[in-house]
C-alpha cells in the first residue's frame, strides 16, 4: 500500500517535471527561424504549427503517457513542428487518384474537365472578360447568352437557362411555374439523391404542394389526370437517376404526359438529373432518352446537371419553351443562384466540343472512360502490374482481377461497365491498414476494398496517373515494412 501510494506521488512529480520542461512557444519559434524564413512559409503557419504540437504535448503527459524528458527539447520536437508546418501548408481541396472505378463519384469531384476547357477557365478568371458586356452594341449584355445558343442548337430547345446546380434548376422551375400551386408526381419519382436532394422538400421551399399519384411501381396516364384539379400548376417527371424500381412497373410516356398537359393547359416538366447529349447503349449501357429525344417528345421544361454525364463543371441546365423560359429568367431567384464566370467559360467550352459528336467520346473524359473499351482498362492495368512487380515487394500480393465499374453519379444506377483492376494483397499489413495509409498520402490513392483484397479499379485512372500509382503504392509498401 505505502510502496504504491509513493510510487503513484513519484509520478505525480515526473508529470510535474515534464510540464515545466515543455520548451517555450517564443523558443521554438526561434530555433525554426532559419527555415521558415527560407521557405517563405507565413508567421502565423509557424506559430500555430508549435502551438499546435505543443498542446499535443501536453495532452500526450497529462494523460500519464511515458514521455523521456529528453524528448521534450526542442531539438527534439523540430522534426514533429516541420511535419505540422508541412500539414497546414497543404491546401484541404487536393486531387486523388481515383481508383474506384465510379466514372461520375459525387464524393470525388464528378466530372474532370479537359484542357480545353480548364484553358478557357483560366483566361476567364485571369482576365477581364465580357461576362455582361455586349460586344456588338457595347452595351450591358446577359451572362446567359453566352452559352443560350449552343443550348439551343445542341438540343433543339427554344429557350435555355443555366444556374448553380440541378437542384437550383428544379427549385427555381417550380417556384416560378407552380408555387402556391399543386404539381403532380408520380410515387415512383419521388426521389432522393445523395441524402441531400429529396424532391418532396425541393417542391416544398418553392412553395408548390405536392401531389402525389401512382403506386410505388405503376403509375397510369388516368392517374395524373383524375389528380388534376383548378389547382394544379404542373404536371413533374423525376427521372430515377440512383435507384430503379424493376419488374411490374410502368411510367407515362412523355408524349402522353405532354397531350394530357395540352389538354388542361398546364405545363410538363421532366427532371433528366445526368442527362446526357450521346446515346450510350452503343458503349453496353442501358437505353436512356438523350436530352434531345426529351425535348422533342414535347415537354416544356428540362433539368438536368452540368456536372453528371454532360461531363462539364458544377451547373443547372434548363431547356424550355421561350415564354416560360423567359418567365424563369425574370425570378428574382435567378440572381441569387446565377452560375460564375469560370462556370460560363469550362461549359461554353464543352458545349462546343459537342459540335463534333464523333469525337466527344474521346475528348470529354466522363465520356472517354464510359466509352474506353475493356481492353484498353486492361492494358492499363497490365502496365500498372508490371511496374509493382518491378519494384518487387515480396510482402504485397499483385494480381489482375474483373471488376465492374459504374456509371455513377446518380446516372444509370444498375448500369455496370466491364472493367479490370489490380488487387493488392498485402501479408505484412491489413487490407485496412494500407486503405487508410493510401488516403493519407500526399496525393491519396481512394481504392476500395473487396473479399479482403485492395481493389485499383483502372476505369477511372488516367494513363498518365499509371506510373505515379505506381511509385505512389511501392512508397507506401516500402515504409511499412522499413
Ligand atoms: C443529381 C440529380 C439532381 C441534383 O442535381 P445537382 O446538379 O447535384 O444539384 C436532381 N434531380 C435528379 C433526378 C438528379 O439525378
Not at 93 to 99: D, F, K, P, Y
Not at 226 to 246: D, F, M, P, Q, W
Amino acid at each position: 500500500m505505502q510502496q504504491s501510494t509513493d510510487t503513484a506521488h513519484s509520478h505525480g512529480n515526473d508529470r510535474q517535471r515534464n510540464l515545466q520542461s515543455i520548451p517555450k512557444v517564443d523558443e521554438c519559434l526561434m530555433a525554426l527561424q532559419q527555415d521558415t524564413a527560407e521557405s517563405g512559409v507565413p508567421a502565423a503557419v509557424v506559430k500555430a504549427a508549435v502551438r499546435e504540437v505543443l498542446a499535443e504535448v501536453r495532452q500526450a503527459i497529462l494523460a500519464g503517457r511515458e514521455m523521456a524528458s529528453d524528448s521534450l527539447r526542442i531539438g527534439e520536437l523540430l522534426p514533429r513542428f516541420r511535419a505540422r508546418i508541412q500539414h497546414l501548408q497543404r491546401p484541404r481541396l487536393r486531387r486523388i487518384i481515383n481508383a474506384t472505378g465510379v466514372i461520375v463519384h459525387t464524393n470525388l469531384g464528378r466530372s474532370i474537365l479537359p484542357r480545353t476547357a480548364m484553358e478557357a477557365i483560366l483566361e476567364a478568371g485571369s482576365r477581364y472578360s465580357n461576362l455582361e458586356f455586349d460586344l456588338e452594341t457595347g452595351r450591358r449584355g446577359s451572362r446567359y447568352s453566352l452559352v443560350e445558343d449552343l443550348l439551343c442548337e445542341l438540343t433543339g430547345a427554344e429557350s435555355a437557362l443555366v444556374v448553380n446546380n440541378n437542384a437550383a434548376a428544379v427549385l427555381i422551375v417550380l417556384e416560378t411555374l407552380a408555387s402556391g400551386r399543386e404539381v403532380i408526381v408520380s410515387r415512383g419519382q419521388l426521389v432522393e439523391i445523395g441524402g441531400s436532394f429529396r424532391i418532396p422538400d425541393v417542391m416544398a421551399r418553392s412553395g408548390a404542394r405536392l401531389v402525389e399519384v401512382g403506386a410505388t411501381n405503376r403509375t397510369h396516364l388516368r392517374d395524373y389526370e383524375n389528380a388534376i384539379t383548378e389547382e394544379t400548376g404542373l404536371l413533374l417527371k423525376v427521372h430515377c437517376s440512383n435507384y430503379r424500381i424493376i419488374g411490374f412497373t410502368s411510367e407515362v410516356a412523355n408524349e402522353e404526359m405532354v397531350a394530357l398537359g395540352r389538354r388542361f393547359g398546364l405545363p410538363v416538366m421532366e427532371d433528366l438529373g445526368s442527362g446526357c447529349f450521346v446515346d450510350l447503349s452503343r458503349f453496353g449501357l442501358m437505353k436512356e432518352p438523350t436530352v434531345q429525344e426529351v425535348v422533342a417528345s414535347g415537354v416544356d421544361v428540362v433539368t438536368f446537371s452540368g456536372d453528371k454525364l454532360l461531363g462539364g463543371p458544377q451547373a443547372g441546365i434548363i431547356l424550355g419553351s421561350r415564354d416560360l423560359v423567359d418567365r424563369i429568367k425574370k425570378n428574382p431567384l435567378n440572381r441569387a443562384l446565377r452560375i460564375d464566370k469560370f462556370t460560363l467559360a469550362g461549359l461554353e467550352s464543352i458545349l462546343r466540343l459537342y459540335r463534333d459528336p464523333e469525337k466527344v467520346m474521346e475528348t470529354i473524359p466522363t465520356l472517354a472512360m464510359i466509352a474506353a473499351p475493356t481492353a484498353t482498362v486492361d492494358r492499363r492495368a497490365r502496365r500498372l502490374l508490371r511496374r509493382l512487380r518491378k519494384s518487387g515487394h515480396d510482402t504485397c500480393g499483385f494480381t489482375l482481377a474483373d471488376t465492374t465499374a459504374r456509371v455513377g453519379g446518380g446516372a444509370m444506377p444498375e448500369q455496370n461497365l466491364p472493367s479490370r483492376a489490380v488487387a493488392l494483397t498485402p501479408t505484412g499489413l491489413t487490407v485496412n491498414r494500407l486503405e487508410e495509409l493510401l488516403r493519407h498520402e500526399e496525393i491519396p490513392v481512394i481504392g476500395r476494398i473487396e473479399d479482403d483484397r485492395f481493389l485499383l479499379d483502372m476505369r477511372t485512372v488516367a494513363d498518365d496517373e499509371v506510373v505515379l500509382l505506381a511509385d505512389i503504392l511501392a512508397r507506401v509498401l516500402a515504409a511499412e515494412h522499413g
